[in-house]
């Protein structure tokens, strides 16, 4: 090995490209600083532009793992079961007394006819007590006879309001339209998505602005509650709680601020680094802009989370500086010098947040991609604006008088709680955190054991148990004869043939099979209504409930099918499953049951069959190429389907991500540091945290979900920064020639000062988010609050306890001088 | 890879479980052919495919078999799954319904275990000549026998040997006809020649649908069975179907030529009405009698132009009901009638007679219970308006009820027993 340049009076003890690199890079932006602050300045520019361009996006499609087996089966029925996607219902419930009042009959026809004229409302498609397609039906002696439930000659008498009641009883409606208490009826209001007038796609959240001024401020009171529930419902409050996240952030950024201004005592010290972090989400937002992404319900939070890590690295620079001016080196010296001690560590730290959370690309979820797009995109944006752009602009504006004095004062002080905390460096002392971190790490193993895939509340998982949305939701579960929670399994065939009594049967028998699957509630599909209808046509006889092997009878009783159930060219007949509830296991019991029965009952025969018509089929039968008219059970659709489909790719990806992850900090941290004991000082504290917040998880009945699963690799990513600071420093005061419990007081008082500082600000910025009214955003603010809190204690309590052990001193000594002979390291 | 092919394709002719089918008239071939080749072939030779099938062949092939071919599920929701028909055989209570559910219970109704049984169409009625021997009869021509009170059944007919005979007798039928117009013809009596001609007509009708069914698959189900003995029996169905057997149930011949029937209407239920006579009810107003255990019939006038659904008979009194709450009370055997007013306009699909009362059931949770001395009527519509299908009396008194949602329990006086009520698991 050739002998190494010396460049500077100080230099770092590590470096991450090469010894002769780094310096360069060092000189060359300290030596033109004024170009290096105009190009920054334009990118600046160039990024706020981009800002511009930033824009909200609200399609579900991101939401859901579009490359899964379940997803792509979907996909190819997307545009045939779209009519129950975009539907909303509104339950007009009387207070007092039932529904078969004049006053009730009329507030509803009002609510109906305000309803007809939001726009947005397939006016056609529209269902309620008061509109002419809710009819009544009944077998007499001379064949059907039926009308509508609320006749021509209705006026609100006690005669008429008893032919209603009559009506409603006939109708078939009790359920469904009318609640099973008579106290409530709904409104079923199906949604053209595209205005047939402009063109414009529906805005969702206007519709869900649009109910709740029309319809539950107007006529929602004492005498009649409304309850509005439905996919567009739920998107347009989402997208409102979304717009929460605004406030959250300023209210982050100005407890950073004053957080900041109490630990610098210098207000550039606190100015800048805001401003340099707030620089980093203008190129984030800007750059992903105008690359073209978009911002959802998940990416929405990407600039606190690059706004948090800016001022963690900002505060280092800025803690780096102020001590080194106290030591009395100029402006220019003072930031140099902070530069030269903290980019390796802060370079390392953010590179392996950025190369950490793009594992989160693992899992094949748009949003989760993006996230671990703009996320990896805003940590390198913060290397820029962090490490260079800050030291730079303090090299100019310097550190107050005040802020130096105060450094100084603190790092002369000496604080009780420092020389507390010192202890654990010492080796008599250092065995208590390590024995209480291996039990909590073998109880947090315990317990984590536990933890659950997907969402284990009942509702919509995306909203709070107690929000507005999910009261509504679970009012209708409890008075209507609905689930909110539906898995769709397609009944494929080819094209005319899904009435074909073989497949009828088939699908009659992997209705009861599903039904009697725990879990399941009722099943309903084409069969349902061929059974009902067979009925029907024979005077309402029971005995005639079943599937009729005559093709004319079969054909006949599904003439009127429902569109729902049945797509336009027969090829394919949903199987709408109702469950009890989301829980992860119900999802797997009815997934496993219907892959069961797909292994009995799917024909396995090449996909050409299926596309046939049907004199090829009959050919094909002729010629003995397939026994039958081939059918095959899909899986799925529904929100159960598309959460069961979640989970999988959640439950495959969540050990390969969390391993690469480990192994992205692994690598980086070795290359750096080219010591084992060293990554294991910085990756151990990690793990345990990693761990218990599984545990924590478990606890809370938090389950893995889209929600949480990248948490588990920011809170590595993040955590894994002050390690790293708290390593670099420590490693330095042992070089200078300190004992291991001297070198740690060291550290704490400087680097460990800020990182405990860090460690508090950023999770009071992130606590914020656990107020937000959407719950994953909540969910995602306890975990990371408590990753914060836990690597910071892991880093100040368990990192020095295992130096102790670990460390060897003296080896580190004689690397150095080897290396660097006795130029000092840097920092 | 050929021989593979080749082999898949044998395994499905082979094992007859799959039908070729194939469109016409809108309607479905219903392999009739691969059926009978698969029963030509001895045992051995179908064990034998069986097992080079099930070695070579499995991926390429569905099990779809027949449901005429596949054994009720075992399942533990039978008794809130739909049920058609229940009765009494000694203390047993025996139900049948959907998906070839037969379920039985020794103690009065509160728990059932079910019976296992070789098909999983729709049963909907069922029938013990004696407290082991029943049979149980519905959709697609289906008819079940068991020995041993309920808990094993055997597949005695079914609807495509239903479709042969029915053809064989249609055939018959129409021979006999012209040769019927032939004799008026030589008669000369124009009014005898146009009844024949109306006579013929109708057989020949009656032959083409026969034809058309037998070609389709199309199957007929049956509505009612009544067994005399533990040899004579009856089974009767849709579009005037009706069956007798005289050696319990090993042969069944068509005798729908012999019941008065001319519009083939549906025949809803057999009953017993004292001694040897027997009455059949069915669709529009259908009501034919017969006084010798079945050999000649007799069309009587009906008191009612609807649909009848069936006939309880309590010493001389008779009830009979149909379409939309209507019953009519007979006290002289039959000869006359009385409609009751019973408040309810709901179908009324079954019933039975205890001691003192008649219950009937029907649609939207109607029953209605009729005082055998006096005038008295009781109508009650039982919470959550699901319709009833069959109803008998427990040895304890009270009544189980069976319908859309299975079973329901009833006291003597016509209270809903709230008690919970079981299945134990299948095997």
Not at chain 1, 322 to 344: D, H, M, T
């Amino acid at each position: 090995m050739s002998e190494q340049k010396h460049y500077f009076d100080s230099e770092p003890e590590h470096y991450i490209l090469s010894p002769d690199t780094e310096p360069m890079l060092e000189r060359f932006l300290f030596g033109n600083r004024p170009v290096v602050l105009v190009l920054l300045a334009l990118l600046t520019a160039l990024f706020a532009y981009g800002l511009t361009k930033v824009k909200l996006d609200s399609s579900i499609e991101k939401y859901i793992p579009l490359n899964h087996e379940y997803i792509q089966n979907y996909l190819v029925h997307k545009d045939d079961m779209k009519s129950g996607v975009a539907n909303v219902k509104i339950a007009v419930e009387a207070v007092n007394g039932d529904i078969f009042t004049k006053d009730y009959m009329e507030t509803l026809s009002k609510i109906n006819d305000e309803v007809f004229f939001i726009p947005g409302v397939d006016r056609s498609g529209m269902q309620s007590l008061w509109t002419p397609n809710t009819r009544w039906t009944e077998v007499t002696e001379q064949g059907f006879q039926g009308g509508p439930v609320i006749p021509s000659t209705y006026d609100g008498s006690e005669q008429s309001l008893e032919q209603v009641r009559q009506n409603v009883l006939k109708s078939g409606q009790v359920g469904r339209l009318v609640s099973n208490d008579f106290k409530s009826s709904i409104i079923d209001v199906p949604l053209v998505e595209y205005d047939p007038e402009t063109g414009e796609k529906l805005s969702y959240q206007q519709f869900s602005h649009d109910l709740e001024q029309k319809i539950r401020s107007q006529f929602g009171g004492d005498d009649y509650r409304i309850y509005i529930t439905g996919t567009p419902k739920k998107l347009g409050d989402l997208l409102d709680g979304a717009g929460q996240i605004a406030f959250f952030f300023l209210a982050a950024m100005i407890a950073t601020a004053v957080l900041l201004y109490l630990y610098s005592r210098c207000p550039k010290g606190t100015v800048v680094p805001i401003i340099a972090s707030l620089i980093a989400v203008v190129w984030q937002l800007g750059a992903l802009a105008l690359l073209g992404f978009s911002i959802d319900l998940y990416s929405v939070l990407v600039p606190f989370l690059v706004f948090a890590i800016g001022i963690s690295h900002g505060v280092q620079i800025i803690n780096g500086i102020a001590i080194e001016s106290g030591k009395g080196a100029n402006r220019e010296q003072a930031a140099r010098q902070a530069f030269r001690g903290l980019y390796v560590p802060g370079m390392l730290a953010l590179m392996s947040d950025a190369i950490g959370f793009l594992t989160l690309l693992f899992i094949d979820i748009g949003v989760i991609q993006e996230l671990a797009i703009s996320a990896s995109v805003g940590v390198a944006m913060i290397i820029v604006t962090n490490l260079v752009l800050l030291p730079i602009v303090m090299s100019y504006l310097g550190i107050s008088r005040s802020g130096v004095r105060h450094a100084e004062k603190t790092e002369r002080a000496d604080p009780v709680l420092w020389r507390f905390v010192s202890q654990f460096a010492n080796r008599k002392v250092a065995p208590v955190p390590i024995v209480i971190a291996a039990v909590m790490a073998v109880i947090g193993f315990q317990v984590s054991q536990d933890l659950k895939i997907g969402d284990l509340d009942k509702g919509a998982p995306e909203l709070r148990a107690d929000s507005r949305y999910n009261l509504d939701n679970d009012f209708m579960v409890s008075n209507y004869s609905t689930s909110s929670d539906v898995l769709v399994v397609m009944v494929e065939t080819p094209l005319e043939q899904c009435n074909d009594y073989k497949v009828m049967d088939a699908i009659d028998r992997f209705m009861w099979h599903m039904e009697n699957v725990p879990g399941v509630q009722s099943t309903v599909s084409l069969v349902s209504v061929s059974k009902l209808v067979t009925k029907a046509m024979n005077e309402g006889n029971l005995n005639w409930s079943a599937l009729s092997r005559n093709q004319t009878i079969l054909n006949t009783s599904i003439q009127r099918a429902p569109s729902g159930l049945i797509n336009p060219d027969c090829s394919m007949a949903p199987v709408i499953i109702y469950l009890n509830d989301h829980k992860a296991e119900t999802l797997e019991t009815a997934v496993a049951a219907v892959e069961e029965f797909k292994a009995q009952y799917d024909d396995h025969v090449e996909q050409k069959y299926f596309e046939m018509r049907i004199p090829q089929i009959e050919e094909a039968i002729a010629n003995g190429e397939i026994d039958s008219v081939p059918v095959r059970f899909q899986l799925a659709s529904g929100n159960a389907g598309i959460e069961a489909a979640t989970n999988q790719v959640i439950a495959e990806a969540q050990h390969t991500m969390l391993i690469f992850v480990y192994v992205v900090v692994f690598v980086l941290c070795f290359i750096t540091f080219r010591s084992f004991t060293a990554v294991a000082c910085i990756i151990i504290p990690l793990a345990l945290t990693s761990v218990l917040s599984q545990a924590l998880m478990t606890y809370l009945g938090i389950g893995v979900k889209v929600a949480t699963l990248p948490v588990i690799a920011l809170g590595v990513g993040i955590g894994v920064d002050y390690g790293i600071y708290i390593y670099n420093r420590l490693e330095v005061m042992i070089i200078a020639g300190k004992n291991m419990q001297e070198a740690f007081l060291e550290t704490l008082k400087s680097t460990g000062k800020a990182v405990s500082f860090t460690g508090i600000t950023l999770a009071l910025g992130v606590g914020t988010w656990m107020l937000s009214p959407i719950k994953f955003q909540a969910d995602m603010g306890i975990l990371l609050t408590f990753m914060f809190l836990w690597n910071m204690l892991g880093a100040l309590v368990l990192l020095p306890a295992l130096a102790t052990f670990l460390l060897r001193p003296e080896r580190m000594r004689a690397r150095h001088r080897a290396r660097h002979g006795d130029v000092p390291p840097a920092g | 890879m050929f021989s593979d092919l080749v082999q898949r394709d044998r395994c499905g002719r082979y094992l007859g479980g799959r039908h070729h089918g194939g469109r016409h008239h809108g309607g479905r071939h219903h392999g009739g052919k691969s059926r009978s080749a698969a029963k030509s072939r001895s045992w051995s030779q179908l064990m034998i495919s069986l097992a080079i099938c099930l070695l070579l062949a499995p991926l390429a092939q569905a099990t779809w078999q027949d449901p005429l071919n596949t054994p009720a599920m075992p399942t533990q929701l039978a008794h809130k799954e739909l049920l058609l028909d229940v009765v009494r055989a000694d203390q047993r209570l025996v139900a049948v319904g959907a998906h070839g559910h037969v379920i039985y219970s020794d103690d009065n109704g509160r728990s059932w275990q079910q019976g296992q049984v070789p098909v999983k169409v729709t049963l909907t009625a069922v029938h013990f000549s004696s407290g082991k021997y029943g049979w149980a009869v519905g959709h697609d021509g289906v008819i079940l026998h068991t020995d041993d009170g309920g808990a094993n059944w055997i597949k005695q007919f079914e609807g495509f040997r239903a479709n042969d005979a029915i053809v064989a007798a249609a055939r018959e039928l129409k021979t006999k006809r012209e040769a019927a117009l032939a004799q008026a013809e030589a008669s000369g009596d124009d009014v005898a020649i146009e009844e024949a001609e109306i006579q013929l007509e109708n057989a020949t009708f009656a032959l083409e649908d026969a034809l058309y069914d037998q070609e389709t698959g199309s199957t007929k189900p049956f509505l009612d069975v009544w067994f005399y003995d533990a040899r004579r029996g009856f089974a009767v169905g849709a579009y005037g179907m009706a069956f007798y057997t005289a050696d319990g149930g090993q042969t069944w011949s068509d005798i729908s030529a012999r019941i008065p029937n001319p519009g083939r209407m549906h025949l809803n239920a057999i009953v017993p009405v004292g001694g040897m006579a027997l009455t059949v009810v069915g669709e529009a107003g259908t009501l034919v009698r017969s006084d010798d255990l079945g050999a000649n019939w007799r069309a009587m006038l009906a008191p009612y132009e609807g649909s009848l659904f069936g006939l309880v008979s309590k010493d001389d009194q008779q009830w009979l009901f149909g379409l939309r709450g209507h019953v009519f009370h007979s006290t002289d055997a039959g000869i006359s009638w009385r409609e009751l007013s019973t408040g309810s306009e709901q179908t009324l699909l079954g019933g039975v007679s205890s001691a003192d009362r008649t219950v009937l059931v029907g649609n939207g949770g109607s029953v209605v219970m009729l005082a055998h001395r006096g005038e008295k009527i009781r109508s009650i519509i039982i919470e959550g308006r699901k319709a009833y299908a069959g109803v008998a009396q427990t040895s304890e008194g009270g009544f189980v009820l069976v319908g859309e949602n299975g079973v329901k329990r009833l006291s003597a006086s016509g209270e809903l027993l709230d008690t919970s009520i079981s299945m134990a698991a299948g095997e």
